[in-house]
């Protein structure tokens, strides 16, 4: 069986954004980058899924960016994957995703992959929607929001996570994409056996040019700071004085501690 | 301008958020369709048109087959945007009509401004402005950004019906783990999020919970951390609550949160960090570290 | 009278053939159960531990006579001391007699045993007797009737102790016999100078000559036995000690306190990290089990283990020699458990105070090892949280990098970026950058240095973790790729010498970081604010203050940096009530090992022991020199409810308070 996951560095969310020079996106100086955090779960849920299948899967990760990226692809070669594709773009954070799944879909399309897993969204752009765009370009069924995953003789199920901690569970036939959600697993710290094997395993350098063919559907025309709400207090100081003025604030504003 | 907004029919229920369609299209000044797979034994309060499958032969998850009604709609109505809410059922269904048209889709979006777009993304710290360049848009729009409209009414019903085979099978639902807390009843309610550091400092939020007489709640990354139950989960996985009395201590402010919470009457946000997104909704951000403030109020309240 | 004596006496010379052949049997015996252990010890990897021979055989004999480490503790330590020392007089007294009689005599035919030495002779032994007895009854009294919490009572000691007894015993009889015989009437003036053979010998007084004859007889072969059964004992059972805890001071490292190995990353063939097995272990590692003589001076200073957590030092030093013993293939880690080996804060103290040189504390790195690098195993969620922080942001707070110098702003401080000719580098740590009560001790730090007219340079934002707890975790990998990254910046600066406030990266730049190539004077302000005062570059306006001193583990025993501490807090006005652990005795914050970044979920809080063991000294304020034992004392002292009675500030803080303007 043959098995894709589709991974994004994105930047530590902990960073201070600022915009960059054309003002429609960060500007990556003083950013540190990890792999999105919902890609994690989809590795971990990969490299499980070929883990059980053993011999004769082959597990590739894919991510597209600039050098950096191959940063997060090595941890998930790491993980447990096979080899990787590294679709290098030094361009990648302007292209919308549309054309990131587009590029996906070229690069997977004549592969034959049973099964592909990305994550539910980025922890950046956040739109959740190039998973599922890469399946309806490729003619896969597909779901999102997994927190469950089994595979059996070639069904998958799957339990998607519904609003008020419902679960709601489907089940589809390979080959097939799913979108992954927090706490579908525990992804795995690699260990150094793995992570000097993975120093060996291939890399496949891919330039962009080679699989984009369609332009962007949308455009950002900004990238910004929220404006400042107005009407909301900011309380800085000695905890002391802070406790007395938010007492002060709970007897007038609100009924409590009347 | 036309929309053609698709609501959202869940466990037999027509869902609310289905009205913040029909916000988002006021604040767009655009004319609405509505589609709906759903029962005419629940019809939205609204007087327009709406394209109306039967969910009991659709199902109400089955997006292949919730993919070509939707279509349909999109033949015979030509709107500009397709509409629907970021939730569950939304993010999944989307991009699938939005592959199918080649339209541009914008994903979560809290407010309009200018002809584009507002998204939140880095976690909720950032905004972008989108504008699609494709002559039909679909757009999610982000649960609670848009106000609730019901403009009262009788639908003018337009049957749908397609068939064909689903490449997946809904197979049903799981209900959630019990809950032993109501917290969508409770008046006051105090949050621990992850800057409290650990789980022993919970007790000293659910000190400060019973000092008020309120309930204690938590957000998603505590409740996964194994620090809280998950019956405490404020957010879009956990429970939505409006009491009189919000205090967050230590959380950030994720979307999903807030999400959750930001009906609240009177918000109060703890958090070390004075830019953290949660300032955005609270009426009173203490910049404070979470494990001094909150033992010092509890000590003040409880006098 | 002649002043000498028969020796074989009423034995006859015709013992001495039997003699010697049996003793050649007990030699053959010990030898032969010692090489027996061989193959177990073998089992380890290789170590050299034979280098530089000449100085281990002078350590070795410096050590285990002058029984130095056996004294550090007054309690068994003395009696032990004392009887050991008794013992070696006896034994040489035995030898001397066997020279005297099969060479002395026979060859030179020369009598050593006469004389005035030979009344020396008598009295030092005889005393030497009446020691030994004392000694070994207080021992006995200790071990049985005292019986010290977690000192076990194994079947060995019932074994030595009856035969040392016997021996010693015997001994007395056989004096008393023969002087009863061939003394006490006869020569009673030489008989005053074996005391204790007079008293025993009055027992034979009412004896008949000729069963006193046949009594002495038989008491010299018994005694004669027991001593053999004393020497073919010895590789059996715990009196091996008199054998392998000497050697082990051949044995032990000459390489810094603190020393770990580093893993050759570039070696591919590895496949094996760390210690899971007695294999993966190295020889001196499973021979230190038998070094080991449960003396238990390593437990009962242990903080993990007086805070009941799972963790006895030298429980684990027995479970290894267990398993190479009888189980060689045993799963090493699952015996002694993943809850002991997290608990170890690696303070150093059992090491530290062992008389016998085993090392502790690699044992526990090398099966932390196994746990990180091979299971991808954490101590609990929050460690592995911290641990991808570091791998992120390089630090465990998980805080933006960049913000890394930003508690600088408005310092006299300057950026290495931007200018790298400075007087030092002021490598900061995770700590007093990023943690707002240890931000004040950098400060403090820079307005020290201001005032003594140093410049300091920080590499701010370009400064990661000095990898120290993820090393001491077990985390080698990313320990080595956050230090490289680190060194490669040092030494891309030309950086001339380095200060540090923290003595986790203080031990690790000065010494873990020349393995991996770095070469450059490395400092802990405690030292360095020393050197400002005598050199006269900063003075201070003493300003009194009662307060009580905490010797953290990596300043204290790692580096015996205890006196500068103090004699800077004196400068500064201060009077000292040094608890009882103090110096090298010191006792553990909790937070090292990697620990800081752990939660402490097993048996009570070592910082609450701490923070009551300053309470007690009266002192209204305790000063520390470390940014782990300031937070862990400040939660300690909210958490054991010393609030109010005791503060605790940093050195650095004390100091820039009385700077003479």
Same mark, same amino acid.
């Given at each position: 069986?043959?098995?894709?996951?589709?991974?994004?560095? =994105?930047?530590?969310?902990?960073?201070?954004?600022?915009?960059?020079?054309? &003002?429609?996106?960060?500007?990556?100086?003083?950013?540190?980058?990890?792999?999105?955090?919902?890609?994690?779960?989809?590795?971990?849920?990969?490299?499980?899924?070929?883990?059980?299948? &053993?011999? &004769?899967?082959?597990?590739? =990760?894919?991510?597209?960016?600039?050098?950096?990226?191959?940063?997060?692809?090595?941890?998930?070669?790491?993980?447990?994957?096979?080899?990787?594709?590294?679709?290098?773009?030094?361009?990648?954070?302007?292209?919308?995703?549309?054309?990131?799944?587009?590029?996906?879909?070229?690069?997977?399309?004549?592969?034959?992959?049973?099964?592909?897993?990305?994550?539910?969204?980025?922890?950046?752009?956040?739109?959740?929607? =190039?998973?599922?765009?890469?399946?309806?370009?490729?003619?896969?069924?597909?779901?999102?929001?997994?927190?469950?995953?089994?595979?059996?003789?070639?069904?998958?199920?799957?339990?998607?996570?519904?609003?008020?901690?419902?679960?709601?569970?489907?089940?589809?036939?390979?080959?097939?994409?799913?979108?992954?959600?927090?706490?579908?697993?525990?992804?795995?710290?690699?260990?150094?056996?793995?992570?000097?094997?993975?120093?060996?395993?291939?890399?496949?350098?891919?330039?962009?040019?080679?699989?984009?063919?369609?332009?962007?559907?949308?455009?950002?025309?900004?990238?910004?700071?929220?404006?400042?709400?107005?009407?909301?207090?900011?309380?800085?100081?000695?905890?002391?004085?802070?406790?007395?003025?938010?007492?002060?604030?709970?007897?007038?504003?609100?009924?409590?501690?009347? | 301008?036309?929309?053609?907004?698709?609501?959202?029919?869940?466990?037999?229920?027509?869902?609310?958020?289905?009205?913040?369609?029909?916000?988002?299209?006021?604040?767009?000044?655009?004319?609405?369709?509505?589609?709906?797979?759903?029962?005419?034994?629940?019809?939205?309060?609204?007087?327009?048109?709406?394209?109306?499958?039967?969910?009991?032969?659709?199902?109400?998850?089955?997006?292949?087959?919730?993919?070509?009604?939707?279509?349909?709609?999109?033949?015979?109505?030509?709107?500009?945007?397709?509409?629907?809410?970021?939730?569950?059922?939304?993010?999944?269904?989307?991009?699938?009509?939005?592959?199918?048209?080649?339209?541009?889709?914008?994903?979560?979006?809290?407010?309009?401004?200018?002809?584009?777009?507002?998204?939140?993304?880095?976690?909720?710290?950032?905004?972008?402005?989108?504008?699609?360049?494709?002559?039909?848009?679909?757009?999610?729009?982000?649960?609670?950004?848009?106000?609730?409209?019901?403009?009262?009414?009788?639908?003018?019903?337009?049957?749908?019906?397609?068939?064909?085979?689903?490449?997946?099978?809904?197979?049903?639902?799981?209900?959630?783990?019990?809950?032993?807390?109501?917290?969508?009843?409770?008046?006051?309610?105090?949050?621990?999020?992850?800057? *409290?550091?650990?789980?022993?400092?919970?007790?000293?939020?659910?000190?400060?919970?019973?000092?008020?007489?309120?309930?204690?709640?938590?957000?998603?990354?505590?409740?996964?951390?194994?620090?809280?139950?998950?019956?405490?989960?404020?957010?879009?996985?956990?429970?939505?609550?409006?009491?009189?009395?919000? *205090?967050?201590?230590?959380?950030?402010?994720?979307?999903?949160?807030?999400?959750?919470?930001?009906?609240?009457?009177?918000?109060?946000? *703890?958090?070390?960090?004075?830019?953290?997104?949660?300032?955005?909704?609270?009426?009173?951000?203490?910049?404070?570290?979470?494990?001094?403030?909150?033992?010092?109020?509890?000590?003040?309240?409880?006098? | 009278?002649?002043?000498?004596?028969?020796?074989?006496?009423?034995?006859?010379?015709?013992?001495?053939?039997?003699?010697?052949?049996?003793?050649?049997?007990?030699?053959?015996?010990?030898?032969?159960?010692?090489?027996?252990?061989?193959?177990?010890?073998?089992?380890?990897?290789?170590?050299?531990?034979?280098?530089?021979?000449?100085?281990?055989?002078?350590?070795?004999?410096?050590?285990?006579?002058?029984?130095?480490?056996?004294?550090?503790?007054?309690?068994?330590?003395?009696?032990?001391?004392?009887?050991?020392?008794?013992?070696?007089?006896?034994?040489?007294?035995?030898?001397?007699?066997?020279?005297?009689?099969?060479?002395?005599?026979?060859?030179?035919?020369?009598?050593?045993?006469?004389?005035?030495?030979?009344?020396?002779?008598?009295?030092?032994?005889?005393?030497?007797?009446?020691?030994?007895?004392?000694?070994?009854?207080?021992?006995?009294?200790?071990?049985?009737?005292?019986?010290?919490?977690?000192?076990?009572?194994?079947?060995?000691?019932?074994?030595?102790?009856?035969?040392?007894?016997?021996?010693?015993?015997?001994?007395?009889?056989?004096?008393?016999?023969?002087?009863?015989?061939?003394?006490?009437?006869?020569?009673?003036?030489?008989?005053?100078?074996?005391?204790?053979?007079?008293?025993?010998?009055?027992?034979?007084?009412?004896?008949?000559?000729?069963?006193?004859?046949?009594?002495?007889?038989?008491?010299?072969?018994?005694?004669?036995?027991?001593?053999?059964?004393?020497?073919?004992?010895?590789?059996?059972?715990?009196?091996?000690?008199?054998?392998?805890?000497?050697?082990?001071?051949?044995?032990?490292?000459?390489?810094?306190?603190?020393?770990?190995?580093?893993?050759?990353?570039?070696?591919?063939?590895?496949?094996?990290?760390?210690?899971?097995?007695?294999?993966?272990?190295?020889?001196?590692?499973?021979?230190?089990?038998?070094?080991?003589?449960?003396?238990?001076?390593?437990?009962?200073?242990?903080?993990?283990?007086?805070?009941?957590?799972?963790?006895?030092?030298?429980?684990?030093?027995?479970?290894?020699?267990?398993?190479?013993?009888?189980?060689?293939?045993?799963?090493?880690?699952?015996?002694?458990?993943?809850?002991?080996?997290?608990?170890?804060?690696?303070?150093?103290?059992?090491?530290?105070?062992?008389?016998?040189?085993?090392?502790?504390?690699?044992?526990?790195?090398?099966?932390?090892?196994?746990?990180?690098?091979?299971?991808?195993?954490?101590?609990?969620?929050?460690?592995?949280?911290?641990?991808?922080?570091?791998?992120?942001?390089?630090?465990?707070?998980?805080?933006?990098?960049?913000?890394?110098?930003?508690?600088?702003?408005?310092?006299?401080?300057?950026?290495?970026?931007?200018?790298?000719?400075?007087?030092?580098?002021?490598?900061?740590?995770?700590?007093?950058?990023?943690?707002?009560?240890?931000?004040?001790?950098?400060?403090?730090?820079?307005?020290?240095?201001?005032?003594?007219?140093?410049?300091?340079?920080?590499?701010?934002?370009?400064?990661?973790?000095?990898?120290?707890?993820?090393?001491?975790?077990?985390?080698?990998?990313?320990?080595?790729?956050?230090?490289?990254?680190?060194?490669?910046?040092?030494?891309?600066?030309?950086?001339?010498?380095?200060?540090?406030?923290?003595?986790?990266?203080?031990?690790?730049?000065?010494?873990?970081?020349?393995?991996?190539?770095?070469?450059?004077?490395?400092?802990?302000?405690?030292?360095?604010?020393?050197?400002?005062?005598?050199?006269?570059?900063?003075?201070?306006?003493?300003?009194?203050?009662?307060?009580?001193?905490?010797?953290?583990?990596?300043?204290?025993?790692?580096?015996?940096?205890?006196?500068?501490?103090?004699?800077?807090?004196?400068?500064?006005?201060?009077?000292?009530?040094?608890?009882?652990?103090?110096?090298?005795?010191?006792?553990?914050?909790?937070?090292?090992?990697?620990?800081?970044?752990?939660?402490?979920?097993?048996?009570?809080?070592?910082?609450?022991?701490?923070?009551?063991?300053?309470?007690?000294?009266?002192?209204?304020?305790?000063?520390?020199?470390?940014?782990?034992?300031?937070?862990?004392?400040?939660?300690?002292?909210?958490?054991?409810?010393?609030?109010?009675?005791?503060?605790?500030?940093?050195?650095?803080?004390?100091?820039?308070?009385?700077?003479?303007?």
């Amino acid at each position: 069986m043959k098995l894709l996951v589709c991974i994004k560095q =994105v930047p530590d969310l902990e960073s201070r954004f600022k915009p960059d020079a054309a &003002g429609v996106w960060y500007n990556e100086t003083d950013l540190a980058f990890r792999m999105n955090e919902y890609d994690e779960y989809a590795v971990e849920q990969a490299v499980q899924l070929r883990e059980k299948l &053993g011999e &004769g899967t082959e597990l590739t =990760v894919l991510s597209i960016g600039p050098d950096r990226v191959v940063e997060a692809v090595k941890k998930a070669l790491a993980m447990g994957c096979d080899n990787a594709v590294h679709i290098q773009d030094t361009a990648a954070s302007s292209k919308d995703p549309w054309q990131i799944a587009s590029i996906i879909a070229a690069y997977a399309k004549d592969k034959g992959f049973d099964i592909i897993f990305t994550g539910m969204q980025s922890q950046d752009r956040g739109s959740a929607q =190039v998973g599922v765009t890469v399946a309806e370009q490729l003619g896969y069924p597909s779901t999102t929001t997994i927190v469950g995953f089994d595979f059996d003789n070639g069904t998958i199920t799957a339990k998607r996570e519904l609003e008020g901690g419902i679960k709601g569970i489907v089940t589809m036939k390979t080959p097939a994409l799913v979108t992954c959600q927090l706490g579908l697993n525990i992804p795995r710290y690699p260990t150094l056996p793995n992570i000097m094997k993975a120093k060996k395993k291939e890399i496949t350098a891919i330039p962009v040019a080679d699989l984009l063919s369609t332009d962007a559907l949308a455009t950002t025309t900004s990238f910004h700071p929220p404006a400042k709400k107005g009407g909301g207090i900011v309380l800085e100081g000695d905890v002391g004085d802070l406790v007395e003025k938010v007492i002060a604030l709970l007897k007038d504003k609100t009924a409590v501690l009347r | 301008m036309k929309t053609l907004l698709i609501g959202e029919y869940r466990e037999g229920k027509l869902l609310d958020s289905t009205y913040e369609l029909l916000g988002f299209a006021a604040q767009l000044g655009a004319e609405t369709a509505l589609l709906l797979v759903g029962s005419d034994a629940q019809l939205p309060a609204y007087g327009g048109t709406l394209y109306l499958a039967d969910v009991a032969s659709c199902g109400e998850y089955n997006p292949d087959l919730h993919k070509k009604l939707i279509l349909e709609a999109v033949q015979k109505e030509n709107p500009d945007y397709i509409v629907f809410v970021h939730s569950s059922y939304g993010w999944d269904l989307a991009p699938r009509v939005a592959a199918a048209l080649k339209a541009a889709q914008v994903s979560e979006v809290i407010a309009v401004a200018d002809g584009a777009f507002e998204v939140g993304c880095c976690n909720a710290k950032m905004r972008r402005s989108v504008k699609p360049a494709t002559a039909k848009a679909v757009v999610t729009i982000q649960a609670g950004a848009f106000p609730v409209l019901q403009p009262g009414g009788s639908p003018d019903v337009r049957k749908l019906s397609a068939d064909g085979g689903s490449s997946l099978q809904f197979v049903g639902y799981e209900a959630a783990e019990k809950k032993d807390v109501d917290l969508g009843k409770a008046e006051i309610i105090v949050s621990a999020g992850r800057g *409290i550091g650990k789980k022993d400092n919970v007790p000293v939020i659910h000190a400060l919970a019973k000092a008020l007489g309120g309930e204690l709640g938590a957000s998603r990354p505590v409740v996964d951390a194994g620090w809280v139950e998950h019956s405490h989960q404020v957010g879009t996985t956990g429970q939505t609550v409006s009491p009189k009395l919000y *205090i967050a201590c230590g959380i950030s402010g994720a979307i999903q949160h807030l999400a959750g919470m930001k009906k609240s009457d009177f918000i109060i946000a *703890i958090n070390k960090d004075k830019d953290a997104p949660i300032g955005e909704i609270a009426d009173v951000l203490v910049v404070a570290d979470v494990m001094q403030f909150v033992p010092a109020l509890t000590a003040k309240v409880a006098r | 009278m002649e002043v000498t004596r028969q020796i074989y006496w009423n034995v006859g010379h015709g013992v001495v053939i039997p003699m010697y052949i049996l003793a050649g049997a007990a030699f053959g015996v010990l030898a032969w159960g010692f090489w027996q252990r061989l193959p177990i010890w073998r089992q380890g990897k290789a170590l050299d531990r034979f280098d530089r021979y000449d100085e281990r055989i002078k350590k070795m004999i410096a050590e285990v006579f002058s029984q130095s480490k056996i004294f550090r503790v007054t309690d068994g330590g003395v009696f032990h001391s004392i009887f050991f020392w008794s013992f070696l007089i006896l034994f040489a007294g035995t030898m001397m007699v066997m020279f005297q009689a099969d060479f002395f005599t026979p060859v030179l035919q020369v009598n050593i045993l006469s004389g005035e030495f030979y009344k020396a002779f008598s009295l030092v032994l005889d005393i030497a007797g009446i020691l030994a007895l004392v000694m070994l009854a207080g021992l006995f009294i200790r071990r049985f009737v005292v019986q010290p919490k977690g000192l076990e009572i194994v079947k060995d000691d019932y074994i030595v102790l009856q035969l040392l007894f016997a021996i010693l015993i015997t001994g007395f009889l056989i004096e008393g016999a023969r002087m009863a015989a061939t003394e006490l009437q006869q020569n009673p003036a030489l008989a005053l100078f074996s005391p204790g053979g007079l008293l025993v010998g009055q027992l034979f007084t009412t004896m008949t000559p000729g069963t006193l004859l046949v009594t002495h007889k038989i008491l010299w072969w018994l005694h004669f036995v027991l001593v053999l059964g004393f020497f073919c004992a010895i590789p059996y059972t715990k009196l091996r000690h008199i054998f392998t805890t000497s050697v082990n001071a051949f044995f032990a490292p000459f390489e810094a306190k603190g020393s770990i190995a580093t893993i050759n990353m570039e070696d591919d063939t590895v496949e094996q990290f760390g210690a899971a097995a007695i294999a993966d272990l190295t020889w001196k590692d499973i021979f230190d089990a038998d070094a080991c003589t449960s003396c238990k001076r390593c437990q009962d200073r242990c903080p993990a283990y007086a805070t009941d957590k799972p963790l006895s030092p030298m429980k684990i030093v027995k479970q290894i020699g267990e398993l190479a013993e009888g189980n060689p293939t045993g799963n090493l880690i699952e015996t002694v458990s993943q809850d002991a080996l997290w608990a170890c804060t690696t303070c150093r103290a059992c090491q530290d105070i062992c008389p016998a040189n085993i090392e502790h504390v690699n044992k526990i790195l090398e099966m932390r090892r196994n746990l990180t690098l091979m299971e991808g195993a954490f101590p609990g969620d929050e460690v592995r949280t911290a641990i991808s922080n570091i791998e992120v942001n390089g630090n465990p707070f998980g805080l933006a990098y960049a913000s890394r110098g930003d508690w600088a702003d408005g310092l006299p401080v300057t950026l290495m970026e931007q200018d790298s000719d400075v007087d030092i580098l002021y490598f900061v740590g995770c700590y007093a950058s990023f943690d707002k009560r240890n931000q004040a001790v950098a400060r403090n730090f820079i307005t020290i240095c201001a005032a003594a007219g140093v410049k300091v340079g920080i590499l701010g934002k370009e400064e990661k973790c000095c990898g120290e707890p993820p090393r001491k975790l077990g985390n080698e990998y990313l320990y080595q790729m956050t230090a490289n990254e680190n060194i490669e910046l040092i030494k891309a600066y030309g950086v001339k010498k380095i200060v540090t406030t923290c003595p986790h990266c203080f031990n690790t730049l000065a010494r873990d970081y020349k393995d991996l190539g770095l070469d450059v004077p490395v400092e802990h302000y405690s030292t360095y604010i020393n050197t400002l005062l005598d050199s006269d570059r900063l003075t201070l306006t003493p300003e009194p203050f009662n307060f009580t001193y905490h010797d953290s583990c990596y300043i204290g025993r790692y580096m015996d940096i205890i006196k500068q501490p103090r004699a800077i807090l004196a400068q500064a006005g201060g009077s000292i009530t040094d608890m009882d652990k103090s110096g090298c005795d010191s006792f553990c914050c909790s937070a090292g090992g990697g620990r800081i970044i752990a939660e402490e979920k097993l048996g009570t809080k070592i910082s609450e022991a701490r923070i009551k063991m300053a309470t007690d000294t009266g002192a209204p304020l305790l000063v520390s020199n470390c940014p782990f034992c300031l937070t862990m004392f400040e939660d300690g002292i909210k958490t054991g409810g010393a609030e109010g009675q005791l503060q605790v500030r940093d050195l650095a803080e004390i100091v820039a308070e009385r700077i003479t303007a």
